[in-house]
């Protein structure tokens, strides 16, 4: 699971949504539940202006014409000041009293809610702790600052800065880096914040979290003290040899290793003081004590790891542990899962169904003993169970992770839980545990309880899609999970679903129905719900998260214009938001040929003119972000419009990729359709079209061998793209996306080897089940491409009509979640624009007027390939 989406979703219930609304809204005083600082709402005296900008207040001196004053850098040393959530209120007022009469600009979080999420635990680690910045003219001035501001919140505590270095011991830390916002592409062709350097070109502002300073700058003298102070302290002198990182939060790391003394292997768990915040405010050193002290209580019943250490190394506690063989519950499900399978063979469902089983009584048993010591566990979930080996036929289980363990007579409701297992507010004690083993009996066999957080009615529909799926299940087994999960009084909504997503058009207007009533065309940032990559510069706008990408779904399947949303799509490129990375699907050059398929030519050549003028030319030569997206679509707008200078430029694309030279043998690359050299493939194939010269049609067919090289048989022999820890099948990064290459490249040239692995690849999109229903990483891409490469007519129908396992209503109406499945998304990769594409790439959605849908340069086929039979590839 990745975990950067949890924090979108404590600020809306249905959708992803940014942490920074809660500042702007409670600025704009739409939000009353938002507690501003003080200093958040004072007045700023004449010759001051402020700004939002994320969830920074921003404070800045200007002069007569409201223009930042001239002579201030745009980069150097900045300072960061930490705060803790009870501090924060003094720490704002102190900032603002010294900054504003020295004239030096300063921003600062202006709520405690904002701040909390800032530091929550799984919050970015880049960004842990900053509380205020504060921008110096020049090394003097931050000497001075260091100094006196120091001085006056010496004691201080506050979360410490993982990417800068500490001033002393107070809340002061320093980081080299840009005051403006500048831009640049970075290696591997994206578009990243930017500072300069000594030869003054720019480059990329790196902000991992780890002091580094750039090359070309001298570290300060007076700095040196603290960094040697930094560096003094190691694991050096530790009784243990820490071997591995398992897993890092923002409240800190978890780390395999080897007690020295004995040689027995053991897990340390890392806590950093006033960072990692839970939902009651706790950090993750009251967590961990939690959790030593839950631990301590539950020994010698054979559920958990037992205690081995306590320690402190600088400022951070350590919880030694021993260390626990097997594997996490959630790890077995890839191997495991007979589902993951075109045809399921009977015996194989059986076997996992004893084994699914045989795991639920085991976790229980295990709960059981816990709740017999008086503790609740209270974040239990598929990740937190430790399967070992089978004893006397039964799998083993050890439960982890009791950080939000408490007795049951202090229990007061979870602090944090993982978002499929999460119980409602009104269970507690052991009813929170009890709700997460009814949780479990689902997710065994169809793991998508995520969607109870957006809709508890959904366990009902994924009880009947489990039970069909697993007819060995005992009666009443899946009936007493609903039962559980939704209260036993609760009444059942029958239908659960207004709309089949495969039916047409009915299942077509409840989906659109669904993604005009989710707009928010009052907002800056974004018009639609989407994934969490709209909230990065100029997110809002793309094909792939944004606007632009539901608009191309909303004109392709038929649904006619959104001319609201044209509208909104116009204004917000006009300008667009600094920064807008300069791609296909995650930037300018798509929303340029979305709206020139709109009728907005004029404009998408004002977005293309900006792109030209930057260093475009330094792009990956992916699909998704790279020279092979804008390429494709400058030759389109080229087309359109009569401009050749266009479609030269195209071709300039198309030979700068093709005059790279390729990875080394050895080199971890990525393959696919989006990033990977399928996508540069299929711009050359559409050159090749248009130019019909022969050595980008050669060009095509070596970087689609290049994919191919990536690529391996699963467990059924089907072909899927490796990525190392996985096999991949999807369309934007597995082997779907370069099937639907070969398809095209296949009407242009015979080729035996891609014939072969077009068969080898076409079962991956058969399977039973995928984990999300999104167009590039889930089912609906492979709906769309067997619908576009003319699939037996079972096969669309079956894969077009398991759409509905995912599907949750939204206003009454057909909605789809995004990512990780724990809000919904109306956008084109994740979400539902992206499933109303897909159906209506079937046969039956055209009409007299229009082909079935598509994806841009990716149209159905003119001629259908030769299919391979079922069980080809096998």
């Not at 009728?599 to 050549?605: C, I, P, V």
């Not at 841009?856 to 259908?864: E, H, K, R, S, T």
């Amino acid at each position: 699971m990745d975990k950067r989406y949890e924090v979108f979703c404590l600020a809306d219930r249905y959708f992803y949504e940014t942490p920074d609304r809660l500042s702007s809204s409670a600025l704009a005083g739409t939000d009353a539940t938002v507690t501003l600082f003080e200093a958040a709402k004072r007045p700023v005296p004449e010759g001051w202006q402020t700004s939002l900008s994320g969830d920074w207040l921003n404070f800045s001196p200007v002069d007569a014409a409201g223009e930042p004053r001239p002579g201030r850098p745009r980069q150097g040393w900045k300072i960061h000041v930490s705060a803790c959530l009870d501090n924060a209120e003094k720490m704002a007022a102190q900032v603002w009293e010294y900054c504003v009469p020295r004239a030096i600009p300063f921003k600062f979080v202006p709520g405690r809610q904002p701040l909390h999420l800032r530091n929550s635990k799984y919050a970015g680690r880049g960004s842990s702790g900053k509380f205020a910045t504060i921008y110096p003219a020049d090394q003097g001035e931050l000497e001075s600052i260091l100094h006196e501001l120091g001085e006056l919140l010496e004691g201080e505590p506050g979360p410490y800065i993982l990417t800068d270095l500490r001033w002393n011991s107070g809340p002061l830390y320093v980081r080299y880096g840009g005051f403006a916002k500048r831009h640049c592409v970075d290696e591997d062709g994206a578009l990243v914040p930017a500072i300069e350097n000594a030869q003054g070109v720019l480059v990329p502002d790196r902000r991992d979290p780890a002091f580094q300073v750039p090359e070309w700058v001298a570290l300060p003298a007076f700095l040196r003290p603290q960094l040697d102070a930094r560096n003094a302290t190691t694991v050096s002198d530790l009784p243990y040899r820490i071997e591995k990182a398992l897993h890092f939060s923002n409240g800190g790391g978890v780390y395999a290793g080897t007690d020295t003394r004995d040689g027995s292997k053991v897990v340390l768990k890392e806590a950093r003081p006033h960072a990692g915040l839970a939902a009651d405010g706790s950090d993750a050193v009251a967590r961990l004590e939690r959790e030593k002290a839950a631990l301590e209580r539950i020994s010698g019943l054979g559920v958990a790891p037992e205690v081995r250490d306590w320690f402190e190394l600088g400022e951070h506690r350590f919880l030694v542990m021993e260390f626990l063989e097997g594997r996490t519950l959630n790890a077995f499900f890839a191997e495991r899962h007979p589902l993951l399978a075109v045809d399921p063979d009977p015996d194989a469902v059986a076997s996992y169904t004893s084994w699914a089983l045989g795991i639920h009584r085991a976790v229980e048993r295990a709960v059981a003993a816990v709740h017999s010591r008086g503790l609740v566990c209270n974040d239990l979930h598929m990740f937190n169970v430790m399967v070992g080996p089978d004893e006397d036929g039964e799998p083993t289980v050890r439960l982890l992770d009791f950080e939000g363990a408490v007795p049951l007579a202090e229990h007061r409701g979870q602090t944090m839980a993982h978002p499929g297992f999460v119980a409602p507010r009104d269970r507690t004690g052991f009813e929170v545990d009890a709700y997460a083993l009814a949780c479990l009996r689902l997710a065994l066999f169809v793991p998508m309880t995520t969607l109870l957080v957006v809709d508890r009615e959904k366990a009902a529909h994924l009880a009947e899609v489990a039970a069909g799926q697993f007819p060995g299940v005992p009666k009443g087994f899946f009936e007493e999970a609903v039962r559980v999960i939704r209260g036993a009084d609760a009444p059942v909504r029958k239908p659960y679903l207004p709309a089949r997503p495969d039916e047409w058009p009915a299942g077509r207007e409840s989906m659109v129905r669904a993604i005009l009533a989710s707009a928010t065309p009052e907002r800056d940032d974004r018009l639609f719900p989407g994934d969490i990559s709209q909230f990065a510069d100029g997110g809002g706008l793309g094909v792939a998260h944004g606007a632009a990408g539901v608009l191309y779904a909303l004109d392709a399947t038929g649904a006619g214009r959104h001319h609201d949303g044209e509208d909104w799509l116009l204004r917000h490129t006009d300008p667009p938001p600094a920064g807008t990375p300069l791609g296909f699907y995650d930037g300018l050059s798509g929303v340029a040929y979305v709206l020139d398929r709109l009728g907005h030519t004029d404009r998408a050549l004002d977005l293309v003119d900006r792109v030209l003028d930057e260093k475009w030319q330094r792009l990956s030569p992916t699909l998704h972000g790279g020279l092979a997206g804008l390429g494709l679509a400058l030759d389109s707008l080229g087309r359109t419009t009569g401009e050749s200078d266009l479609r030269d430029r195209a071709l300039e694309a198309a030979w700068t990729i093709a005059g790279q030279p390729a990875p080394e043998a050895g080199t971890r690359v990525r393959a696919g359709l989006m990033h990977g050299a399928s996508g540069p493939a299929l711009l050359f194939l559409r050159l090749y079209e248009h130019t019909r010269e022969p050595a980008l049609l050669d060009h095509a067919a070596e970087f689609l061998r290049r994919d191919l090289a990536r690529c391996v048989p699963d467990r059924s022999g089907a072909l899927q793209v490796d990525e190392g820890v996985r096999t991949m099948p999807y369309l934007g990064s597995g082997g779907v996306g370069i099937a639907m290459v070969l398809d095209d490249f296949l009407a242009h040239r015979d080729d035996e080897e891609f014939a072969r692995a077009r068969a080898a690849i076409l079962p991956t999109a058969r399977q039973r089940y995928y984990a999300q229903p999104g167009l590039f990483n889930g089912r609906a891409g492979m709906v769309l491409h067997l619908a576009r490469t003319r699939a037996p007519r079972e096969d669309v129908a079956a894969q077009s009509a398991a759409l509905a396992w995912y599907a949750v209503p939204y206003q009454g109406h057909l909605a789809f979640p995004g990512n990780q499945m724990m809000r919904l998304s109306m956008d084109l990769a994740t979400g539902t624009a992206g499933c109303l594409l897909a159906v209506g790439s079937l046969p039956g959605a055209a009409s007299a007027r229009r082909r079935p849908a598509g994806l841009p340069f990716l149209p159905p086929l003119a001629a259908a390939p030769k299919t391979a039979p079922r069980g080809a590839g096998r």
